[in-house]
């Protein structure tokens, strides 16, 4: 039952990505060119993602997942280096290729060997942040 909701949810997730033009990646940059030809379009869809998603946590709150198990909460508040660093980085992989990892994967349908380049450098990258920023902690606990 958790895997047909997951596939399902994962499939409206990603033909919502595409119907909004997130998976297009020259919209996404001229989103992000913001001192150029500035296109405000994809605020609009992130902005209207906050409304359902915000009514969704406040419905859920104090309940259990039909499918069992927990929803997940806030992964924390504060602003520490790692999140400076991970934000750094997601938003250059994001202004550089114009993909995050939601449409990256939604585009895989259609991205052809671009897609496939994105995803594993992706992949590579998510493999190797955990020991590197083991690493980075324990040099910063030396000093």
Avoid: K
């Amino acid at each position: 039952m958790r895997l047909l909701i997951a596939t399902v949810a994962g499939g409206l997730f990603g033909a919502g990505l595409h119907l909004s033009g997130m998976t297009n990646t020259e919209r996404t940059r001229g989103f992000l060119d913001v001192f150029g030809a500035w296109d405000p379009t994809l605020a609009f869809v992130m902005g209207g993602a906050l409304l359902p998603m915000a009514l969704a946590w406040r419905l859920t709150s104090g309940r259990a997942p039909l499918s069992g198990g927990t929803f997940p909460g806030p992964a924390g508040t504060g602003i520490n280096r790692s999140l400076v660093t991970g934000a750094l980085l997601f938003g250059a992989g994001w202004g550089l290729v114009g993909l995050c990892p939601g449409p990256a994967i939604a585009s895989l349908s259609y991205g052809g060997t671009g897609g496939l380049v994105f995803l594993a450098a992706m992949l590579a990258g998510m493999w190797a942040a955990p020991p590197f920023r083991n690493r980075l902690d324990r040099a910063a606990a030396l000093t």
